[in-house]
């Protein structure tokens, strides 16, 4: 069943050029040697990333991020933001 028929959802590629904003919200990440979810020398300085494993802090996609000039949230820091709004 449909819950959201008027909702136009589109899948694109995991090229992070040109977005302001990316965030991991995989389960990459949470092992040690897992695979980066894109391909961060595509990631622009400016760009704001955010991550959603929370077993690491600084886990390998937001290390690689940050010594790109990234500002990155980690992914304990997303969950303490959504708290409010859960409750």
């Known amino acids: 069943m449909n819950?959201?028929?008027?909702?136009q959802?589109?899948?694109g590629?995991?090229?992070?050029d040109?977005?302001?904003l990316v965030v991991n919200a995989t389960p990459m990440g949470m092992n040690d040697g897992d695979p980066l979810p894109i391909d961060v020398s595509?990631?622009?300085p400016e760009?704001?990333?955010g991550e959603v494993v929370m077993r690491t802090e600084m886990t390998a996609f937001l290390q690689a991020a940050q010594n790109?000039?990234?500002r990155v949230q980690l992914?304990?820091?997303m969950l303490f933001e959504q708290i409010p709004a859960y409750l």
């Open 3 to 7: 819950e959201y028929p008027h909702i």
């Open 9 to 11: 959802v589109n899948t």
């Open 13 to 16: 590629s995991n090229d992070p």
């Open 18 to 20: 040109g977005h302001d």
């Open 42 to 44: 595509r990631l622009a």
């Open 47 to 49: 760009t704001f990333v």
């Open 68 to 70: 790109r000039g990234c």
């Open 75 to 77: 992914g304990s820091d």
